[in-house]
T-cell receptor, first 113, second 114 residues
Framework: GENVEQHPSTLSVQEGDSAVIKCTYS??????FPWYKQELGKRPQLIID?????GEKKDQRIAVTLNKTAKHFSLHITETQPEDSAVYFC????????????FGQGTRLTINP | DAGVIQSPRHEVTEMGQEVTLRCKPI?????LFWYRQTMMRGLELLIYFNNNVPIDDSGMPEDRFSAKMPNASFSTLKIQPSEPRDSAVYFC????????????FGEGSRLTVL
């Protein structure tokens, strides 16, 4: 089955700097790659996603890039703010009919003021 | 819509007791998922349903765990008997259907087994 590896496990950046989180996946048939943000004590919430027919997607300060050949995708957060502090999870899902969303282990991002 | 609703939010029980966690998905969503979250293992998919039918329960850790979805608006996850290693946050999530992407998570049920 699908296996998703995420790194780093923890990341600390200065407010205003950029943060990058990387994930690799094992199943070349996977075609949907979401990112979830989980604040302390809260539920995971989708912040951005990308499908395999797209190489990059941007939404204000966050962007995701996908390299299908290398089977990796990344989350980029620019101009980080204190409210970006959270745990971020990447995930991957297989082709049509495959509903299993397999999550990475998570990255705890801390923004230092 | 109120979102995915889970109960109880917190449960503390003793080893050997039965635990029942409940979930109400978003109205109109046809797929429901149970996840378990721990520090060591992250977010693990336990089981999911499409149109109230269990599709894949390969993530259920052992026979002590069971899940049901008697109708489109209600699901339960039961642990009997519970063990300390079952302590975790259990999330229920729903989505529109098999090929829609976004999962909507409930607030979670934090289970502590003493």
């Amino acid at each position: 089955g699908e296996n998703v590896e995420q790194h780093p496990s923890t990341l600390s950046v200065q407010e205003g700097d950029s943060a990058v989180i990387k994930c690799t996946y094992s199943d070349s048939a996977s075609n949907y790659f979401p990112w979830y943000k989980q604040e302390l004590g809260k539920r995971p919430q989708l912040i951005i996603d990308i499908r395999s027919n797209v190489g990059e997607k941007k939404d204000q300060r966050i962007a995701v890039t996908l390299n299908k050949t290398a089977k990796h995708f990344s989350l980029h957060i620019t101009e980080t703010q204190p409210e970006d502090s959270a745990v971020y999870f990447c995930a991957a899902k297989g082709p049509e009919g495959a509903q299993k969303l397999v999550f990475g282990q998570g990255t705890r991002l801390t923004i230092n003021p | 819509d109120a979102g995915v609703i889970q109960s109880p939010r917190h449960e503390v029980t003793e080893m050997g007791q039965e635990v029942t966690l409940r979930c109400k998905p978003i109205s109109g969503h046809n797929s429901l998922f149970w996840y378990r979250q721990t520090m060591m293992r992250g977010l693990e998919l336990l089981i999911y349903f499409n149109n109230n039918v269990p599709i894949d329960d390969s993530g259920m850790p052992e026979d002590r765990f069971s899940a049901k979805m008697p109708n489109a608006s209600f699901s339960t996850l039961k642990i009997q008997p519970s063990e300390p290693r079952d302590s975790a946050v259990y999330f229920c999530a729903s989505s529109l259907g098999p090929n829609t992407g976004e999962l909507f998570f409930g607030e979670g049920s934090r289970l502590t087994v003493l």
